[in-house]
Structure formats: structure tokens, C-alpha cells
Nanobody
Framework: VQLQASGGGLVQAGGSLRLSCAAS????????MGWFRRAPGKEREFVAG????????LYSDSVKGRFTISRDNAKNTVYLQMNSLKPEDTAAYYC?????????????????WGQGTLVTVSS
């Protein structure tokens, strides 16, 4: 079972990036999915979560209104559209699959984690 995150890179402040998280080895169409990030020298933090059908989404206050999480269950893929990026969004971004069908802000609710994809926002 693997979650493969991609789409990170270097972008100027105010720019946009779209992260993707493709699952392989099993389907996660019945699982909530989430994105977390860890900035240098900081703790891992929740960014966004989505329920199994996409009907319920959660966002951290720091990204609300700028980031959008979505999923395509037919492709077993979750996305994070990031707009109006700020230097403080610089971090390694990780996708994760939850134990249940709901979205959650808690890392302990997730039992599969992908490798990080690095996002760097320059000022």
C-alpha cells in the first residue's frame, strides 16, 4: 500500500500549486483523506481533510479560503489546490488515509501516510 504525493515545488508568494496524492495497492474510496504539513523546526500540522464521498471538508484556519481539498475516487487520488501562497506555507506536505470514512484533524485518525512533497514559497 502506497500513497504517492507529488506536485510540490518552488513558487513565488501569491502563486498557486496543486498537490496530488495517488494511492496504490488498495482503494481508499471508503476512507477519509487528509493533508498535513511540517515546516522546518515546527510540529506537523493539519492542513485539510475530506470525507469518503467528498461531502465534508475541513481546513485549518491558516489555509481556509486559500486551499481546496478534493478527491477523485475513480482515480484513487486526492488533490490539494493551493492558491495565494504565502512564505509561511513553506513545508513538506504529506497526504494520509484515515481509518474511517470521515475527515479528521487528528493525525492519530490516519493510519497510512505518504512521503512528503516539498513546497517552497519565496517572498
Amino acid at each position: 500500500v502506497q500513497l504517492q504525493a507529488s506536485g510540490g515545488g518552488l513558487v513565488q508568494a501569491g502563486g498557486s500549486l496543486r498537490l496530488s496524492c495517488a494511492a496504490s495497492g488498495r482503494t481508499f474510496s471508503n476512507n477519509g483523506m487528509g493533508w498535513f504539513r511540517r515546516a522546518p523546526g515546527k510540529e506537523r500540522e493539519f492542513v485539510a481533510g475530506i470525507s469518503w464521498r467528498g461531502g465534508n471538508t475541513l481546513y485549518s484556519d491558516s489555509v481556509k479560503g486559500r486551499f481546496t481539498i478534493s478527491r477523485d475516487n475513480a482515480k484513487n487520488t486526492v488533490y490539494l489546490q493551493m492558491n495565494s501562497l504565502k512564505p509561511e506555507d513553506t513545508a513538506a506536505y504529506y497526504c494520509a488515509a484515515a481509518r474511517s470514512s470521515v475527515a479528521s484533524t487528528s493525525p492519530s485518525s490516519y493510519n497510512y501516510w505518504g512521503q512528503g512533497t516539498l513546497v517552497t514559497v519565496s517572498s
